[in-house]
């Protein structure tokens, strides 16, 4: 892949860590995310790495550190950043979804890391 791409669309919603699960049981039925044989999560010794969302822990400085990965490892590819979302509990009342504050901050916390 390195050097053969004309740009890249990046979706990004979130960062996890990765940690190495000895003895992994490859399941019946494989995916994405059991491919690589590790187990996801949003914690680091025991503390989450960023703010409690929905299903999900936002951690923006996670945003910047995929950037300058594939900055630094992949010739500055034309990036194009194609999905950053946000989610919520979805138990907000009408005029709190209206406001939308939770999406504004995640985003604005997003460009500003």
């Known amino acids: 892949v390195k050097g053969s791409l004309d740009f890249l669309g990046l979706n990004y919603y979130f960062t996890q860590y990765a940690t190495n699960t000895p003895n992994f049981t490859i399941p019946t039925q494989p995916s994405s995310l059991t491919d690589p044989q590790v187990t996801f999560g949003f914690y680091r010794n025991g503390i989450p790495i960023g703010v409690q969302v929905a299903n999900f822990v ?42 939308d504050n939770g999406r504004i901050q995640n985003h604005c916390s997003h460009l500003s890391c």
């Open 58 to 99: 936002y951690y923006p400085p996670g945003f910047r550190m995929i950037l300058n990965y594939i900055k630094d490892n992949y010739k500055n590819p034309l990036t194009f950043i194609t999905e950053q979302g946000s989610a919520d509990f979805g138990n907000v009342t009408l005029a709190v979804a209206l406001a």
